[in-house]
């Protein structure tokens, strides 16, 4: 794959539907709020239970891409706990986590479909668990700890999602194996109603980041620009080498993953938790931004197989 096929075939259909957001948002008053609960609520756990139940990537194999996301997360806050210590120039709440956290489901989801189709949904399905449990733990955690009020309320949330249902009946069912050769009307109907996720996500991703206000300068995030697009597939390779996947493409996709841009969640975390979310948004910006280079260079060493 060159790197004019990995952006034609892998980066160009996600930009150009998070475009189709993004005038949308230019354009029209619309409001993503209402777009993103259906699709938090509805879209992704039918995404979620249908690969789950459907997938053939073995039970092992599944259990370590949700390991792999969580580690990667841990060490990747190290790493901007690090930085932030000794040389971030914007606020160190902020800072941190805009280096830990990727936007792995509006971003990271349809990028792996086009990327590595034959594992990219499900592997993708599977980080994102992972890396949903981490922040709603570990970034609430980063976002409110010099605020005064407590962070177990937002904590909860994880319980409350549908996503985490979603992921126990998926298992469930594909332990049982009732869904890898499903084809009733429910699995097609849930199958649809996943896939609609897709498109939906790079809109809702559009759309936010039009109606963004990045008042933060560029210069205050460019070290977190480098932190999460140039470190983050570094410091990936050794871990996903490390777990061992059996398919190579399943660990391609992990590492695909962990390079996406900064979580449009950040911006949420630091609204709620009364941080600076001008730099959040900023680094969600400029991160969405600089991807489209970084992550096609990244897509085409990985499809070479140099990497992995």
């Known amino acids: 794959m060159s790197l004019l096929s990995a952006f034609t075939e892998a980066v160009l259909p996600v930009l150009a539907v998070a475009g189709v957001g993004y005038l949308l948002g230019v354009w029209t008053e619309i409001d993503p709020e209402p777009l993103s609960t259906v699709t938090i609520y509805v879209l992704i756990p039918a995404l979620v239970f249908h690969s789950l139940a459907t997938t053939e990537i073995g039970g092992g194999e599944g259990v370590r891409i949700v390991v792999a996301a969580v580690v990667l997360t841990l ?11 000794f040389a971030a120039d914007g606020t160190r709440n902020g800072f941190v986590l805009a280096g830990t956290f990727p936007n792995t489901a ?4 349809p990028l792996s479909v086009f990327a590595f189709p034959s594992v990219g949904r499900t592997t993708a399905v599977l980080y ?30 994880v319980a409350r999602l549908p996503l985490v249902y979603a992921v126990v009946a998926g298992v ?12 009733t009307a429910a699995f097609e109907t849930l199958r649809l109603v996943g896939d609609s996720s897709i498109p939906v996500m790079l809109i809702v ?20 620009n480098v932190v999460r697009l140039v470190v983050a597939p570094v410091v990936a390779v050794p871990v996903v080498l490390a777990f061992g996947f059996t398919n190579p493409d399943v660990a ?25 979310p001008d730099y959040a948004a900023t680094a969600v910006m400029t991160t969405t931004l600089v991807s489209v280079a970084t992550v096609t260079v990244l897509i085409e060493i990985l499809a070479s197989g140099v990497v992995v």
């Not at 509006?106 to 989801?109: C, K, L, P």
């Not at 922040?135 to 700890?145: D, P």
């Not at 069912?173 to 499903?182: E, F, I, K, T």
């Not at 900064?262 to 600076?276: H, K, M, N, Q, R």
Request: aromatic letters at 6%.
């Open 75 to 85: 060490v990747m806050w190290g790493i901007s706990e690090g930085v932030a210590f």
């Open 106 to 109: 509006n971003y990271g989801i």
């Open 128 to 157: 994102v668990v992972g890396s949903t449990v981490m922040i709603y733990t570990v970034g609430v955690y980063v976002a409110s700890r010099d605020a005064a009020g407590s962070s177990l309320g937002a904590m909860r949330r």
């Open 172 to 183: 469930a069912v594909n332990a049982a194996g009732v869904g890898v050769d499903a084809d």
């Open 205 to 224: 991703l559009g759309i936010q980041l039009a109606r963004s206000t990045p008042a933060g300068a560029i210069r205050d995030v460019a070290l977190v």
């Open 252 to 276: 391609r996709v992990v590492i695909l993953e962990a390079s996406t841009p900064v979580a449009v969640s950040t911006v949420i975390l630091a609204v709620e938790f009364g941080d600076d």
